[in-house]
Each structure stands twice: as structure tokens, then as C-alpha cells.
């Protein structure tokens, strides 16, 4: 339990058969309900956005019961948050999962709040500062992975809210607001 | 049509098949059989299109109804030992394009001479008819059983019937020569030919039960010597008598088109002990080794065992055949109800030691008295109804019951502690104070 740190497990993590992908249709959707909630939560409270299938997720064991999902019933839950809007796969292979336990609209409009909360109305700053510079401590952008930043603000751009341009390095891109 | 008020009615088993008197064995079979009556060239009754058996005690008709219908079955019995003449069918051209008959002279139960007319559609081995209703009718089978019904006389060295009565050490002594001489002579006909040992079977069968017992005593007290020869005889005896079964098996040749229709009924019959004793529910497959292992000889093969329980729901048999979803086909009784079973496990499933671990198919069978095999399809028949979840691990496969509909996501939550086994007696507290939810 230490590893899953100050994080509050539900009471039915105990329960073995959670751990079983249930046959009976009902029971299988409650089931996946259950999961899907608990996966977003998680990620939510410790900040995780990538889901490894294959990797040693915390929530996907228990070794209290001694119990841990297949990595079919793990697929089936990270593809139920997928249908729901609430993940994508980022390979074809079905290995590596995002979690967005904000929607990428959700992630835009937390930008658009940060613009307004640090009066960046016409300013310009690079993609790599609005996740970790000074003035996204304390805010959910901190540390947020990159990809979703990047769909976040191509939405925005769409909308003619800020500009893309690449900067002077390979990697880092600059954000022109025009909020 | 008439009424047949004759003779007398023909009492039926559960499942259709008639109720046969002691050492009263079936002949033969024939469908499609009309009955009438005359007397004095008049008609007195005419039954139609019925099922007619032959058995060496009696005529039995019966009208074919092959499910339930609204009206009451006809049957009619003619005891073999009220017909007074058989009439040889008169041959002629004529008769080779017309319908099989034969007519007897009987006595009814009101004491009148009538003549009863036998009316065979369609194909049939005509001559071995007639052939068994000759041998039975002179085999006269009712009237040994009237001897044995005789009581003994008693008092005086000659008996009421002027024979010498044995007693003292001379008379035992005369009784076990004369008890051998009439089991040798016995022997010697039944094996001359095979008809006659068929008649003798049930003879056959008590002479070889006793032997079984005079082999099984002779064992225990000669310890020390035994020869190979006794051995050899004694499991050729063995053998011999696993051998012999149902008195009157239902082959296909004594009933021909109509094998499979009786055979379904015989099987119902059979069925119903083997079926109290597992508890209502029986395995095809142990249906299958008991039922031949009690036929002995003339043993059904698995499709026609197959074909006759598929057919039991085109008949009034009180047994059905079951598949469940794993494919495992079962024989229960109409009357069955999966409920009562379920409300077994209901209860086994909230007790605290089945919250905390669960129960296997094992267990269940042992808790609720059911057969292993059993268990597990009324397991996972439980789990699609929703009262059950399954858990599959190294430990096993196992059933808990099913919370899921219960837990409200996850606004329950829980500080875990380091003994957190403790949360199914918490849920047992929380969600069935006051007496279960199913």
C-alpha cells in the first residue's frame, strides 16, 4: 500500500472478483464503471498522464488479496476510458495509454484561465514555460505531459486564440497569445 | 367407436408404459392395431388404430396418444388365459392385399363367449407374430405362477394330492436328489435352443444366484485350498451373471418402427430412482452406464440414448433433458426447480468464511449436497442471474457473491489499514444488517 502513497483506495479494491473480467453482461459493465472511475481519480490525485500496459501500474495489483488484472482485463478497462473520451492509445499496439482525466478542452481552457490569471494577454512564451516555469507552480498546468499541452493549445489555435511558431532550439516551441 | 366394457382396463406407468404383473414378460409389439368385438356377427365394440403387446400373460392394447391430449387414454387388457380357441387365418388371395387379422374366442369378464378380431396395418413380420402369440399363448406362463401361490399341506406322510411327503433325514435326502434332478433337466432344456433358454431366463437367473451364494459361502471356509479351477469357474459365474438384466428390455426387434417411442418411456421409468438419489439432476453420461449396466445384453448406443431423451418432450414423460450453456447435458424431473437450489447457495455465499474467501464448485457440492459436475453449472448458472461473480487466480476458480450492484462507486472510501482483509466482514455489517439483500 505504500506505493500507492496517500492515495485513498476504494473499499472494494479488496474484493478478489474486481480483479476478474466478469462474464455477465451487468455485472461487467459495473465492473468497468468502477475501474474507469478509479484509473481517473487515480491519475488525476498523482498526476499521471501515460499508462503502460505492460508496466507495474499501481492500481492494476493487489498484493494484499494477491490478486493483479490480466492484461486483457486491463485493455478492456483503459479501452472503455478510451470510448469514453477519457484516454487514447498513443501506439497501435494497444501498449501505451494517455489519460485524460481532464479533456483536452478542459486542458485548454485551464490555459486560457493561466493567460488571464498572469495578464499574458499579448505575451509570448515557450511551450516548455507554461508547464514548468514560475508561474504554473501551483496550478494544474505544472508538469502536465506535453502531448496533451500540445492538443490543448493546437485547439486554441484553431480557435484563434494564441499562434504555434517553433523557436530557436529543435524541441521548443513558442506560444503567441491573442486571447 | 363403443366402449369396452368387456374387459378390463390396462393400468399405465408415469411415463407411459404398461404396468406389467410379476414374471410377465413383453413379446412383441405392433402399432396401428384395431380390436374388435363380435358376437353372433354382431359388432360389439371396435377400438382403432391403437398399440398392441403381446406378453406372455396378456393382450394389451392401448390408444396411441403420443402427447397429452384432453382425452382420457382407452386400454384394454385380454388375459392369454381367457382365450378358449385361435381361429387360423383363413389364406387366400385376397387376404394378401388386405390388412393382417387373426380371431380368437375368448371369455369376457361378464362370462360371455365373444370373438375378438386383431387388425394389423401396414408391414410386419405377420408369421412371427403369429408365432409368438402361439408359443405365448400355449407357454401358459400365468399358471406357474398360480403353483407357486399354493400353500403346503401339512400333517400325515402323503400330501393332499397323494404324492409322498418328505420327511425325516430320508425325506431332506429325497428332496435334494429330487431338487437336482429337476435343475439338471432344466438346464438340459434351456440349452437345447435358444428360444427355449430365453424362456427359461428367469429360471436361469435364480439357479445362478444360487450357485453365486454356494460359491461365495464355499470361498470363506476353505481357506487353504484353492485350486485354479475354482477360481476360473468362479469368475466365469461372474461374467455370466453381470450378463443377465431387465427381464423384458425393449429391443428394436420385438418393437421395430416404434423402438425409439418405447424406449423413451422405459428410460423415464428407469430414470426416476437414479434421479432421487442424486438429488434430482443426473449426468447423460451416468444415465447412460447405469441404464445398460441394468440391460445387460441389447445395450443402447449413446445417439439412441441421445434420440430418446430429445424425444421426451414430444411425449408425457414426467423427466426432460437439460443442456446448459457449457454444454453438459443433464436429466432432471419436470418438477425441478432451479430456485430452491439457488436460494442454497444464496445462503452458503454470506456466510463470513465464504465473504472472505469465497467458494469453489467443491465446496458448493459438499455444502449443498449436490454432485460436483453439478455444482459448477448451478454455479455459473447463479453468476448469470447476477448473484454470483466469479474470481479466477492460482487459487482456483472461485464464486463470491455478487457486490458489484451494491458498491456506489467511489464515494466509499476507506483509509486502508495493514489488515485489510478485515473489509468483507465490514461489507457483511454494512449492507446486511438487518437480513440480506439477494
Known amino acids: ?179 | 367407436m363403443g366402449n369396452n366394457r368387456l374387459f378390463e382396463t390396462a393400468t399405465l406407468t408415469s411415463s407411459g408404459r404398461p404396468v406389467f404383473l410379476p414374471n410377465e414378460v413383453e413379446c412383441q409389439l405392433l402399432s396401428n392395431v384395431d380390436l374388435e368385438a363380435e358376437e353372433e356377427s354382431s359388432s360389439l365394440f371396435s377400438l382403432q388404430s391403437g398399440l398392441l403387446i403381446l406378453t406372455t400373460h396378456r393382450l394389451l392394447w392401448f390408444s396411441s396418444s403420443s402427447s397429452s391430449s384432453a382425452a382420457p387414454p382407452v386400454s384394454a387388457s385380454i388375459p392369454l388365459a381367457s382365450i378358449t380357441h385361435i381361429f387360423s387365418p383363413k389364406k387366400s388371395i385376397k387376404s394378401i392385399f388386405t390388412s393382417h387379422r387373426i380371431r380368437f374366442q375368448v371369455t369376457a369378464t361378464d362370462s360371455r363367449s365373444v370373438v375378438i378380431k386383431v387388425v394389423v396395418r401396414g408391414k410386419v413380420d405377420w408369421d412371427g407374430f403369429l408365432g409368438n402369440v402361439w408359443d405365448c399363448w400355449r407357454g401358459r406362463a400365468w399358471e406357474s405362477f398360480d403353483t407357486s401361490e399354493r400353500p403346503c399341506a401339512s400333517g400325515g406322510l402323503y400330501g393332499t394330492d397323494g404324492s409322498v411327503r418328505m420327511v425325516g433325514v430320508a425325506g431332506i435326502l429325497r428332496k435334494e436328489q429330487e431338487m437336482w434332478e429337476t435343475t439338471d433337466k432344466s438346464l438340459q432344456d434351456a440349452f437345447q435352443d435358444l428360444n427355449a433358454l430365453m424362456s427359461k431366463a428367469k429360471e436361469m437367473v435364480m439357479l445362478a444366484e444360487k450357485m453365486r451364494q454356494k460359491l461365495l459361502s464355499g470361498s470363506s471356509t476353505q481357506t487353504s485350498s484353492t485350486n485354479e479351477d475354482e477360481i476360473g469357474s468362479k469368475e466365469e459365474m461372474h461374467d455370466w451373471l453381470l450378463s443377465v438384466g431387465i427381464v423384458s428390455p425393449v429391443t428394436k426387434e420385438s418393437v421395430g418402427a416404434l423402438y425409439h417411442q418405447q424406449l423413451l418411456r422405459q428410460l423415464a421409468d428407469f430414470v426416476r430412482n437414479p434421479l432421487e438419489r442424486a438429488g434430482g439432476m443426473i449426468n447423460l453420461i451416468d444415465i447412460y452406464c447405469l441404464f445398460n449396466r441394468a440391460r445387460g445384453t441389447e445395450l443402447i448406443s449413446p445417439d439412441d440414448l441421445m434420440q430418446a431423451c430429445s424425444l421426451w418432450q414430444k411425449f408425457d414423460v414426467p423427466v426432460m433433458l437439460r443442456k446448459f450453456d457449457s454444454g453438459v447435458m443433464v436429466i432432471q424431473n419436470k418438477s425441478h426447480s432451479d430456485e430452491e437450489i439457488f436460494n442454497r447457495i444464496r445462503a452458503v455465499v454470506k456466510k463470513s468464511e465464504a465473504l472472505r474467501a469465497g467458494i469453489s464448485a467443491s465446496d458448493a457440492a459438499i455444502t449443498i449436497g449436490i454432485a460436483p459436475a453439478m455444482a459448477k453449472e448451478y454455479l455459473l448458472s447463479a453468476e448469470s442471474k447476477g448473484l454470483l461473480c466469479r474470481d479466477i487466480s492460482p487459487d482456483g476458480f472461485r464464486f463470491y457473491i455478487n457486490l458489484f450492484p451494491n458498491i456506489d462507486s467511489l464515494d466509499v472510501y476507506l483509509e486502508m489499514r495493514a489488515s485489510s482483509k478485515k473489509w468483507p466482514l465490514m461489507v457483511e455489517q454494512k449492507w446486511w444488517r438487518g437480513g440480506g439483500q439477494s
Not at chain 1, 451487468?26 to 503502460?52: A, H, N, P, S
Not at chain 1, 516555469?133 to 502531448?147: A, F, N, Y
Request: charged share 30%.
Open chain 1, 1 to 179: 500500500m505504500q506505493k500507492l502513497g496517500d492515495y485513498k483506495l476504494p473499499q472494494f479494491f479488496n474484493y478478489p472478483p474486481y480483479f476478474t473480467l466478469q462474464p455477465v453482461r451487468d455485472t461487467r459493465e459495473k465492473q468497468v464503471q468502477l475501474w474507469k472511475e478509479m484509473i481517473v481519480d487515480y491519475c488525476r490525485t498523482q498526476k499521471i498522464f501515460v499508462i503502460g500496459l505492460e508496466d507495474d501500474f499501481p492500481l492494476f495489483s493487489n498484493p494484499v488479496i494477491q490478486r493483479f488484472l490480466s492484461h486483457e482485463a486491463r485493455e478492456v478497462f483503459l479501452s472503455a476510458l478510451v470510448s469514453d473520451g477519457r484516454a487514447e492509445w498513443l501506439d497501435k499496439g494497444h501498449r501505451k495509454c494517455l489519460i485524460l482525466w481532464h479533456r483536452i478542452q478542459d486542458w485548454a481552457e485551464i490555459v486560457l484561465q493561466f493567460v488571464k490569471d498572469n495578464g499574458l494577454e499579448d505575451s509570448v512564451m515557450t511551450v516548455e514555460e507554461i508547464r514548468s516555469g514560475i508561474e504554473s507552480r501551483g496550478t494544474e498546468l505544472h508538469g502536465v505531459d506535453r502531448t496533451i499541452l500540445m492538443r490543448a493549445l493546437k485547439l486554441l489555435e484553431n480557435k484563434g486564440k494564441l499562434a504555434i511558431f517553433k523557436g530557436t532550439s529543435a524541441d521548443d516551441e513558442g506560444v503567441k497569445f491573442s486571447v
